[in-house]
């Protein structure tokens, strides 16, 4: 409930400057009517202030707390290697991490770019319909957005793409973390230094 609570007000204080901020822009804004571009940025922006939200709470909070505790009953319980695969493996997993999220944002923010264009182009190109019809402008109109969806959706291809890559990095890591620990205790056991019952 508390979450809950921090995270509505945060979205709409943000959502409220963000409207109070378009009002204070000049008439010259205004006119170029660009109002898909800024309607699709206002949403995403209130939508990402959630998630981070959501996401410290949830994920990073938490999980941190959890490798706290796990690697003090692995200190305590175990063989002090065991301990330093764990958290290697957790950092490294981390590091991958952050380092493909950053490579992979690079590519949503083209397709954010080709989604703005796709919704001011259809914005603009609907509330004048009455104007591109005059000029018979329809099939101008709608290949300029088939060309801007055709680049969205070689970016989207991208993105799943490099997901699919990090998944991948990422199930390697926690695989061969655990074939190390296995691999590991099962060296201790045959050397008669833990038992079965241990592992």
């Known amino acids: 409930a508390l979450f809950a609570n921090v995270s509505t007000h945060a979205l709409c204080e943000a959502a409220v400057k963000t409207f ?10 205004h006119t170029k009517r660009k109002t898909g571009t800024v309607l699709r940025a206002i949403d995403r922006g209130t939508t990402g ?6 996401f410290l709470m949830f994920n990073i909070l938490p ?13 305590s319980q175990f063989v002090v290697w065991v301990a330093i695969m764990v958290f290697a493996t957790v950092m490294i997993f981390a ?5 493909m999220t950053d490579w992979r944002s690079k590519i949503r923010r083209q397709m954010n770019e080709f989604n703005n264009q796709a919704n001011n182009k259809a ?4 509330l004048n319909a009455e104007t591109v019809k005059y000029f018979s402008n329809e099939k101008y109109e709608t ?4 060309e801007i969806m055709r680049q969205y959706g070689i970016l989207n291809i991208k993105s799943q793409t490099s997901w699919n890559l990090q ?3 990422q199930a390697a890591t926690i695989g061969l973390g655990t074939f190390g620990v296995l691999f590991l205790s099962g060296y201790r056991v045959s050397q008669g230094e833990m038992s079965v019952g241990d592992v």
């Open 49 to 54: 202030i959630s998630f981070i939200f959501s």
């Open 167 to 169: 998944s991948m990095v």
């Open 143 to 146: 290949d300029g957005y088939a």
């Open 63 to 75: 999980t941190s707390l959890e490798l706290l505790f796990v690697s003090a009953v692995l200190l």
């Open 95 to 99: 590091t991958a991490t952050i380092l």
């Open 123 to 126: 914005s603009d190109s609907l």
């Open 20 to 29: 109070e901020h378009l009002h204070s822009l000049s008439m010259g804004f």
